[in-house]
T-cell receptor, first 113, second 116 residues
Framework: ETGVTQTPRHLVMGMTNKKSLKCEQH?????MYWYKQSAKKPLELMFV???????ENNSVPSRFSPECPNSSHLFLHLHTLQPEDSALYLC????????????FGPGTRLTVT | GESVGLHLPTLSVQEGDNSIINCAYS??????FIWYKQESGKGPQFIID?????DKRQGQRVTVLLNKTVKHLSLQIAATQPGDSAVYFC???????????????FGQGTILTVHP
């Protein structure tokens, strides 16, 4: 266990659905991240939150909407997704205080039909 | 654009052998490097890291070597075990000392298979 949990672990949704991914870290970290992992592509950074403030948006389409209500929780709200959005979505956290080691959750395997 | 990439997508070794996984990076401003291991069904797990002011760092059964001249990073695993079978990613960030968090750029990954 890395101290980062993600729910659900698997999600199948239609293109017209709205769903949310949840991430929680129990490490007392201040920075949280969303990554997309597709087959045969490197991990793609999507969003970064540092002390609850969004500091990075890596040109992510607006159908992905992040939310960080506090330093321990991170959400990714999904709506009107496309089949090419099917991937493993990974959440990570880091201390946000000069340490760059990121701790990853197990990911949510998303399939868009 | 800047990228981090791996020379070999797959590596097969016998149990007990030493493994070497390579990584090339292109950003000369990269300041911090990290190796992750990802097993099937799990998220990436930290293995070892190294800063640009070092050229070697050792952990338990693992050693990371950094050659800044040719922008090359390697991960050496001693006495490889079946439990080492996984995908290994290198990642880098130029932000060490800049921001309080790291904006990591990941390589594509190398699949390591260890045969008993």
């Amino acid at each position: 266990e890395t101290g980062v949990t993600q729910t659900p672990r698997h999600l199948v949704m239609g293109m017209t659905n709205k769903k949310s991914l949840k991430c929680e870290q129990h490490l007392g970290h201040n920075a949280m991240y969303w990554y997309k992992q597709s087959a045969k592509k490197p991990l793609e950074l999507m969003f970064v939150y540092n002390f609850k403030e969004q500091t990075e948006n890596n040109s992510v389409p607006s159908r992905f909407s992040p939310e960080c209500p506090n330093s321990s929780h991170l959400f990714l709200h999904l709506h009107t997704l496309q089949p090419e959005d099917s991937a493993l979505y990974l959440c990570a956290s880091s201390s946000g205080q000069g340490s760059y080691e990121q701790y990853f959750g197990p990911g949510t395997r998303l399939t868009v039909t | 654009g800047e990228s981090v990439g791996l020379h070999l997508p797959t590596l097969s070794v016998q149990e007990g052998d030493n493994s070497i996984i390579n990584c090339a990076y292109s950003n000369s401003a990269s300041d911090y490097f990290i190796w992750y291991k990802q097993e099937s069904g799990k998220g990436p797990q930290f293995i070892i890291d190294i800063r640009s002011n070092m050229d070697k760092r050792q952990g338990q059964r693992v050693t990371v070597l950094l050659n800044k001249t040719v922008k090359h990073l390697s991960l050496q695993i001693a006495a490889t075990q079946p439990g080492d079978s996984a995908v290994y990613f290198c990642a880098e960030t130029p932000n060490a000392g800049g921001t309080s968090y790291g904006k990591l750029t990941f390589g594509q990954g190398t699949i390591l298979t260890v045969h008993p």
